[in-house]
Each structure stands twice: as structure tokens, then as C-alpha cells.
């Protein structure tokens, strides 16, 4: 449990939390054709015309893959416990299937050891989004083909680095997955259709749980679960037709995950939409909902910012609309509103709903586009206000009796922000493009701070919620 505000008034941690940083592969790594590493669909996705702003591509990116000893080392500078990346499979098996590639397995193998040397705990996570191109062109995430194949993959993973790695994350936010690479065609691989939607989100959480499962059968010690994007949705105003879309997208971004996971079952309202608006839910045998609901031992959530929804319809047909940003609610510099008390009401929410399985908070973060001043300081200081903020939220659910028990902030390093390309930056350290330079941004000072104190300084205040109409508002479970 945690220690309450003590004598200095320091918003205290429990001992032993993690505080950790978030990158993926194919945002940071680069070096897409070094070492025999195979095509993914992000590379597929951000060469083709039009999709990525500016016509970015992670072909170099934040350099990770030849700067990684300098990453470990700032990471060990900022008092880090933790960090959180991801296995590229198209670097460990450059078709999506068979023996794997040594020089993929070696490069991670450097960094686990290079982490493991300087009491940072390696925390990777077996997909974040770069699915090899060779499994695309058979169907990828809309054939059940590509579960069993996932399975092998993590099986391998867990055989080459399972004798250090003690925490595993399986698949990185199936919702994000299905719905802009499936549904509205902004991520990779680029499809429109919700049918094909509802069906690679069956087949991402198929995988998570034909991984957890393979874990439990590897005969390694360690802990595994889903990395799943929670959004706090929030009705518009008081009238029933806006709480019943409040619920109906809560269904849609939330519990269509949480509850397989959790419970072992799909919710009945999200089926009976889906069949009714997408056709046939054939993707679904039975057994699956089981599989998936194999237990893990802890949640990944990631939270960026709530959601508002009122009555109305998507172009697609599903009964919500998501309300503008609120012109009163602080925002980040790509126009999220900075809503930290919906962080914590989430995590209570998971909990009165779900039970007491540990959670780790495995992204937050917000983008700020200050640069380095002539003398090297980054002056990010709404970046530090999200930190803070965000952090406090956090202890406070955990005062209320939620095991939160780490929390990474996304991201290390500024990097391949999807079909944002590099206009985004999310990093507590500024990465230089053209020349691969970091810099520790104020940002990352302050975080190191937060670490060394494993918690808040007195001065350190949080909005407690969403405005009041909202939380009054707030969909039920
Ligand atoms: C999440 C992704 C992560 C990063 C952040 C900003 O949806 O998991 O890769 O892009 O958003």
C-alpha cells in the first residue's frame, strides 16, 4: 500500500514501484534493412504516397537500433527502473514464420544485457504494430492463420530472452490496431471497413491470449498481459439518448477488450451492434472468449486523455458521435485536452469493475513542440504539468486502493509518431533528426526528480475530475 503524504509532504510511492519510459520499434529503432530484418506493413504503409505526413518514414528515425548503448545510458542518468519497447518480429523472423534470425535476437540481446547491467528491469512488448509484410500478403490480422503464427513468435521470444526478461507485454492496443488500420484506414495496413475492424481486433486478442498461454507453457518465471488503450468516455449531457452513446462507445473502445481479457467473455450489447450493424460475427468459434480470457497477471493501460460522446451517428453507422475538444479544458499542443482526473477515475473504475489485478500504467505522455534554446535547454514546461499532473493522478487512485504498481511515460525519445511522421514530438529527450542528437529536455529533469524522490514534491497539484455535469454523466459499466 502507499505511504501517505509524509512529513515533508511528499506524495509518496510504494517501495518497489516501477517508473519506467515507453518506445517501440518501429518509432525508434530505424535500420530497416540492417541485419536481415524483413519488411513490416509500416514500412509498406509510410513509403506509399500520402499516408504519413510529410512523406515520413521510420527508415531512420531516433537511430535506437545504433544508439541504443547512449539511450541506456541516459535512461540510467534519469534514474529509470523500467523500460518498455518492443521486439520488432520482422527483425527476429523476417517472413513472420520459422527459425529465427540471429543478428535480430542479438541486437536485443545487447540492449537486455546492457539494461539488465544497470538495474533497469526490460519490459518488451511482443507486438506494437510492425506486423511482417509476408504475414500481410496472407491476411494478416483478418486471417486466424496469423494468431498461431503469433504464438510461435512469442514462443521464440520467450526461449531467447526469457532467462532475463521477467515482464512481458503481449499485444500493444488491439483497439488502435483494429480501428485505424481496419476501419478508418489511417494506420497501417490502410483498410476501411468496420466488418474488417471487428474481425482483427477478434484475431489481436486471440493472440494475446495464444501468447499468455504459450508463456505459461515455456516453463519461464515472469509476468505477462495486454497492453490495452483505455479511454474514460464521458456523455455529453444529462439526456438518455447521449448516455446510452456514451455506453455504446465505452462498449466499443473499452469493455469489447476489458472483458475478454478480464472475463473471459465478449459483452452481450457489442456483440448484438456489431452482428447487427457489421454482419455476422463468424471470426468468433467458440472457446475463443476462454482463450483470450486465459488469466494474466497484470493490465497494461495506456491513457492519453477522455472521451466525449453524444447521440449521433458515425459514417460507418455505429450510434455515437465524439464530441470536439472543450475550449475551457487545457490542451497539449496536438489539441488533447489534458484531463488528468479522468486517469484517475479510470483506474477506479477498472477496479470496482474488474477486481484487483495489478496494473501497470504502460503509456501516458502528450506532445509539446518546444525545441533546444542555444544553450541546450528545452523549456517544455507543459510537458512537466502533464508529468505532474498526470503522476498525481495516479496516486491518488492508488490511495484509493488501486494496484497501479509502475508507470511509464511515453515516450523516452521524440520519435515516428504513426501517420503523424516526426511533426509530433513526444519525448522527455529531444532527438535532432538529422544528426541523431538527444538532448534531456526539462521535462525528463523533472521526471528524474519524480524518481529520485519516488514522488511529488508538495506544489504538485491535480484537477480532481471531469467538469461536474460530465462526471454525473460518466457511462456506467
Ligand atoms: C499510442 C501508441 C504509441 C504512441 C502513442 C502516442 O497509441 O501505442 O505507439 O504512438 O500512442
Given amino acids: 500500500m502507499t505511504e501517505p503524504t509524509d512529513a515533508a509532504g511528499v506524495r509518496r510511492f510504494p517501495g518497489g514501484f516501477l517508473w519506467g519510459v515507453g518506445t517501440s ?29 510529410n512523406g515520413d518514414t521510420g527508415d531512420v528515425t531516433a537511430d535506437h537500433f545504433h544508439r541504443w548503448a547512449e539511450d541506456v545510458e541516459i535512461m540510467a542518468a534519469l534514474g529509470l527502473s523500467a523500460y518498455r519497447f518492443s521486439l520488432a518480429w520482422p527483425r527476429i523472423q523476417p517472413a513472420g514464420r520459422g ?138 449531457s444529462r439526456s438518455a439518448a447521449d448516455a446510452e452513446a456514451a455506453r455504446g462507445s465505452d462498449g466499443y473502445t473499452n469493455r469489447w477488450f476489458l472483458e475478454p481479457v478480464l472475463r473471459g467473455a465478449y459483452p452481450a450489447d457489442m456483440l448484438e ?108 514546461t507543459g510537458r512537466i504539468a502533464f508529468l505532474r499532473t498526470h503522476v498525481a493522478a495516479v496516486h491518488r487512485a492508488i490511495e484509493g486502493g488501486v494496484p497501479v504498481e509502475g508507470y511509464f511515460y511515453w515516450s523516452l525519445l521524440d520519435n515516428f509518431e504513426w501517420a503523424e511522421g516526426f511533426r509530433s514530438r513526444f519525448g522527455l529527450v529531444h532527438v535532432d533528426y538529422p544528426t541523431g542528437r538527444r538532448l534531456v529536455k526539462e521535462s525528463g529533469k523533472a521526471y528524474a526528480a519524480i524518481i529520485a524522490a519516488n514522488g511529488l514534491l508538495p506544489e504538485i497539484v491535480v484537477e480532481s475530475g471531469p467538469p461536474e455535469e460530465l462526471a454525473a454523466s460518466a457511462a456506467p459499466a
Avoid at 528491469?121 to 494478416?140: F, I, M, S, V
Avoid at 489534458?338 to 506532445?367: A, F, H, K, Q, W
Fill in 273 to 380: 451492434l456489431f452482428g447487427r450493424i457489421a454482419g455476422p460475427l463468424d471470426s468468433i468459434q467458440p472457446g475463443d472468449a476462454e482463450l483470450i480470457g486465459t488469466p494474466s497477471d497484470f493490465l497494461g493501460v495506456n491513457y492519453y486523455t477522455r472521451r466525449v460522446v453524444s447521440a449521433g451517428l458515425s459514417h460507418d453507422g455505429l450510434p455515437w458521435r465524439v464530441e470536439p475538444a472543450a475550449p475551457d479544458v487545457p490542451r497539449t499542443d496536438t489539441g488533447w485536452e489534458m484531463t488528468p482526473g479522468c486517469l484517475t477515475e479510470l483506474l477506479v473504475r477498472v477496479r470496482d469493475d474488474y477486481g484487483d489485478i495489478p496494473i501497470l500504467i504502460t503509456e501516458n505522455g502528450s506532445v509539446w513542440l518546444d525545441s533546444p534554446g542555444p544553450d541546450g535547454r528545452t523549456p517544455d
Fill in 99 to 236: 527459425r529465427p534470425n540471429p543478428a535480430g535476437i542479438a541486437f536485443y540481446d545487447r540492449l537486455i544485457d546492457a539494461l539488465l547491467e544497470r538495474g533497469i528491469r526490460p519490459c518488451p512488448t511482443l507486438y506494437h504494430w510492425d506486423l511482417p509484410q509476408a504475414l500481410e500478403d496472407e491476411g494478416g490480422w483478418l486471417d486466424r492463420s496469423t494468431v498461431d503464427r503469433f504464438a510461435d513468435y512469442a514462443s521464440r521470444c520467450f526461449d531467447a530472452f526469457g532467462d532475463r526478461v521477467a515482464t512481458w507485454f503481449t499485444v500493444n492496443e488491439p483497439w488502435v490496431a483494429a480501428t485505424l488500420g481496419y476501419r478508418l484506414g489511417i494506420h497501417a495496413p490502410g483498410r476501411r471497413d468496420l466488418r474488417l475492424a471487428v474481425r482483427a481486433s477478434h484475431h489481436l486478442l486471440l493472440a494475446h491470449g495464444a501468447a499468455v498461454r504459450a508463456f505459461r507453457t515455456s516453463g519461464h518465471d515472469g509476468r505477462i498481459g495486454v497492453v490495452l488503450s483505455l479511454a474514460p468516455t464521458y456523455a455529453a
Fill in 25 to 53: 520499434s518501429y518509432q525508434v529503432e530505424g535500420a530497416v534493412h540492417e541485419d536481415g530484418r524483413g519488411e513490416s506493413i509500416w514500412d509498406r504503409f509510410s513509403h506509399a504516397p500520402g499516408r504519413v505526413v
